[in-house]
C-alpha cells in the first residue's frame, strides 16, 4: 500500500474504530431490534450503489458510441466491482444486486420497508430528493447520510468518489455483530437466514476482493497530486463521520423502543 493510502488509513482509524465499536451492535437483543437497525441500513446500501454506479459512469464509457475513457486498468477494476455489486447470486443462486439481497432480507425478517420503497418511488417520479426524504418519512440521520453521498456525487470529482467508496463503506462490519447475527439466526434460523447469507457475501466479496480493487482505484485517480488526497482525506473523514451518526440514530431508535416496551409492560 502506498503512503497516501496509508496516511488517509491513519488519519481516519479513530472514527473507524468508532464505527465497528459502536454502541448499536450491543443494543441489538433480539429480531426487533435488528429491524430497527435494517430500516436505517438500507438506505446506506441503497446510496452505495448510487455511488457505485456514478464511478462506473465517471470512469467508463457507458454511452452510444463508444470510445475509450481513462485507464483500461481503471475500467477493469470498476467493472468488475460493479458485476460483484449488482448482480451478485442469492443463497438459491439466482442474480441480484445486493440491494435488492438487502430487501429480501427485511422482508424475511418481517422489517419494514416501506420508508425505502417509497423514498424511492417519490424519486423516480419527481428526482427531487427532499420531496422523498418527506414523503417517505425518511430518519434525519438517514437523510444527512444520504445528501452527503449524493454532494460527493455532485463533485464530479472521481477520487473523492473513490475515496468514500473505498474507506467510508467496504469493510466496516465488524465480527462483533456478525457474531451477533449468527446468535439470533440459531433461534430464528427462518427468519434472518438471507441477512446472515447477505453478511457472510459482504465479508466475503466486498470486504476483501473488492476493497483491495477499490484501494488499487483510489490510488489510481489520486496519482501523486497532494491536493487530490487531501481532498480525498478530508472527504473520507466526514464519510465516516456520517457513518457514526447514521448508527447514533439507529441506536437511539432501538432505545426508545426497548423503553417504550418496558413502559407498556409495567
Same mark, same amino acid.
Given at each position: 500500500?502506498? +503512503?497516501?493510502?496509508?496516511?488517509?488509513?491513519?488519519?481516519?482509524?479513530?472514527?473507524?474504530? =468508532?464505527?465497528?465499536?459502536?454502541?448499536?451492535?450491543?443494543?441489538?437483543?433480539?429480531?426487533?431490534?435488528?429491524?430497527?437497525?435494517?430500516?436505517?441500513?438500507?438506505?446506506?446500501?441503497?446510496?452505495?450503489?448510487?455511488?457505485?454506479?456514478?464511478?462506473?459512469?465517471?470512469?467508463?464509457?457507458?454511452?452510444?458510441?463508444?470510445?475509450?475513457?481513462?485507464?483500461?486498468?481503471?475500467?477493469?477494476?470498476?467493472?468488475?466491482?460493479?458485476?460483484?455489486?449488482?448482480?451478485?447470486?442469492?443463497?438459491?443462486?439466482?442474480?441480484?444486486?445486493?440491494?435488492?439481497?438487502?430487501?429480501?432480507?427485511?422482508? =424475511?425478517?418481517?422489517?419494514?420497508?416501506?420508508?425505502? +420503497?417509497?423514498?424511492?418511488?417519490?424519486?423516480?417520479?419527481?428526482?427531487?430528493?427532499?420531496?422523498?426524504?418527506?414523503?417517505?418519512?425518511?430518519?434525519?440521520?438517514?437523510?444527512?447520510?444520504?445528501?452527503?453521498?449524493?454532494?460527493?456525487?455532485?463533485?464530479?470529482?472521481?477520487?473523492?468518489?473513490?475515496?468514500?467508496?473505498?474507506?467510508?463503506? +467496504?469493510?466496516?462490519?465488524?465480527?462483533?455483530?456478525?457474531?451477533?447475527?449468527?446468535?439470533?439466526?440459531?433461534?430464528?434460523?427462518?427468519?434472518?437466514?438471507?441477512?446472515?447469507?447477505?453478511?457472510?457475501?459482504?465479508?466475503?466479496?466486498?470486504?476483501?476482493?473488492?476493497?483491495?480493487?477499490?484501494?488499487?482505484?483510489?490510488?489510481?485517480?489520486?496519482?501523486?497530486? +497532494?491536493?487530490?488526497?487531501?481532498?480525498?482525506?478530508?472527504?473520507?473523514?466526514?464519510?465516516?463521520?456520517?457513518?457514526?451518526?447514521l448508527w447514533d440514530g439507529a441506536y437511539r431508535k432501538i432505545m426508545n423502543r426497548t423503553t417504550t416496551a418496558i413502559a407498556a409492560s409495567c
Amino acid at each position: 500500500m502506498n +503512503e497516501y493510502l496509508e496516511k488517509i488509513k491513519k488519519a481516519t482509524e479513530p472514527l473507524r474504530q =468508532q464505527i465497528v465499536n459502536h454502541k448499536v451492535y450491543s443494543a441489538i437483543n433480539d429480531i426487533d431490534d435488528l429491524q430497527v437497525f435494517m430500516q436505517y441500513h438500507i438506505f446506506a446500501v441503497w446510496d452505495f450503489m448510487s455511488l457505485l454506479k456514478t464511478l462506473q459512469n465517471n470512469l467508463t464509457c457507458t454511452t452510444v458510441p463508444w470510445f475509450p475513457k481513462g485507464s483500461a486498468d481503471t475500467r477493469h477494476l470498476i467493472n468488475e466491482i460493479v458485476v460483484g455489486e449488482e448482480a451478485d447470486i442469492d443463497s438459491f443462486g439466482n442474480r441480484k444486486s445486493h440491494f435488492e439481497l438487502y430487501l429480501n432480507a427485511m422482508h =424475511q425478517c418481517g422489517a419494514d420497508t416501506s420508508q425505502i +420503497e417509497k423514498f424511492i418511488e417519490v424519486l423516480k417520479k419527481t428526482g427531487d430528493f427532499n420531496a422523498a426524504f418527506l414523503a417517505s418519512e425518511t430518519p434525519i440521520e438517514a437523510s444527512k447520510f444520504v445528501d452527503f453521498t449524493f454532494k460527493i456525487i455532485g463533485s464530479n470529482k472521481d477520487y473523492l468518489q473513490a475515496a468514500i467508496f473505498t474507506f467510508g463503506r +467496504e469493510d466496516l462490519i465488524p465480527g462483533m455483530f456478525v457474531s451477533l447475527v449468527n446468535d439470533i439466526h440459531k433461534n430464528f434460523p427462518n427468519s434472518i437466514s438471507i441477512f446472515k447469507y447477505y453478511l457472510e457475501r459482504h465479508i466475503e466479496v466486498d470486504g476483501d476482493h473488492h476493497s483491495h480493487l477499490a484501494l488499487q482505484m483510489t490510488s489510481n485517480l489520486c496519482g501523486t497530486n +497532494e491536493q487530490f488526497w487531501k481532498e480525498a482525506e478530508k472527504a473520507t473523514v466526514e464519510s465516516l463521520q456520517k457513518r457514526i451518526d447514521l448508527w447514533d440514530g439507529a441506536y437511539r431508535k432501538i432505545m426508545n423502543r426497548t423503553t417504550t416496551a418496558i413502559a407498556a409492560s409495567c
